[in-house]
């Protein structure tokens, strides 16, 4: 069992920067794959960012690329969301999902565990 807790949301102007935490609970956070989805107001849930179990691989939404990044500390349990030259479309709430397998990390099925979300707003 896995417990997510996001936090670092928060409202900011266009063009600034925001790092977003993810604490999880559990001995085995290491042999889970992380990643981070948002969803904003009457849309679908989308998948942001994900990295792999020692980190060493990483993966981004095109909309992201460049401009976010996700890293993860598995000593701390912890995993981040470092978002910079934020736009107005990326308000929305975030969320941390945990997933045991590599395949198909870009789709919200197959995380098998979820945090409560944080809300980023960027203002324009």
């Known amino acids: 069992q896995v417990q997510l807790v996001e936090s670092g949301g928060g409202l900011v102007q266009a063009g600034g920067s925001l790092r977003l935490s993810c604490a999880a609970s559990?001995?085995?956070?290491?042999?889970?794959?992380m990643g981070w989805f948002r969803q904003a107001p009457g849309k679908e849930r989308e998948f942001v960012a994900a990295?792999?179990?020692?980190?060493?691989?990483?993966y981004y939404a095109d909309s992201v690329k460049g401009r976010f990044t996700i890293s993860r500390d598995n000593v701390k349990k912890k995993v981040f969301l470092q978002m910079n030259s934020l736009k107005p479309e990326d308000t929305a709430v975030y969320y941390c999902?945990?997933?045991?397998?590599?395949?198909?990390?870009?789709?919200?099925?197959?995380?098998?565990?979820w945090g409560q979300g944080t809300q980023v707003t960027v203002s324009s």
């Open positions: 559990g001995r085995t956070f290491s042999s889970y794959i």
């Open positions: 999902a945990a997933r045991r397998t590599i395949v198909e990390v870009v789709t919200p099925r197959g995380y098998d565990y």
């Open positions: 990295i792999s179990w020692s980190g060493g691989s990483t």
